[in-house]
């Protein structure tokens, strides 16, 4: 079993940065294609973003195509999201997801998933 433990959620205004971050307990990122999920009210998860287990390949969904970044800190063993020019839209639970390989965008192919961290954006 593999916990991901997620940090830097919060609120923000239209046109802000936030900056997200996930580390697998007791676990060495590097051993994991590691991705980000969310999910808004009523709605079902969607994928954000993907860093494969080399690293060298990352995925990004066209929503937030240009304004997030995903990247991996081997020192800090950590991977985070940094997100910016956010808009109301991407107001959403916030999730970090992990597995032996890269699954693609469809949620229910990870196996690992951290608590969630809460993301609003307001106008």
């Known amino acids: 079993q593999v916990q991901l433990v997620e940090s830097g959620g919060g609120l923000v205004q239209a046109g802000g940065s936030l900056r997200l971050s996930c580390a697998p307990s007791?676990?060495?990122?590097?051993?994991?294609?590691m991705g980000w999920f969310r999910q808004a009210p009523g709605k079902e998860r969607e994928f954000v973003a993907a860093?494969?287990?080399?690293?060298?390949?990352?995925y990004v969904a066209d929503s937030v195509k240009g304004r997030f970044t995903i990247s991996r800190d081997n020192a800090k063993n950590t991977v985070n999201l940094q997100m910016n020019s956010l808009k109301r839209e991407d107001t959403a639970v916030y999730y970090c997801?992990?597995?032996?390989?890269?699954?693609?965008?469809?949620?229910?192919?990870?196996?690992?998933w951290g608590q969630g961290t809460q993301v609003t954006v307001s106008s």
């Open positions: 007791g676990r060495t990122v590097s051993s994991y294609a």
């Open positions: 997801a992990a597995d032996r390989d890269y699954r693609g965008t469809n949620y229910k192919s990870y196996d690992y």
């Open positions: 860093i494969s287990r080399s690293g060298a390949g990352t």
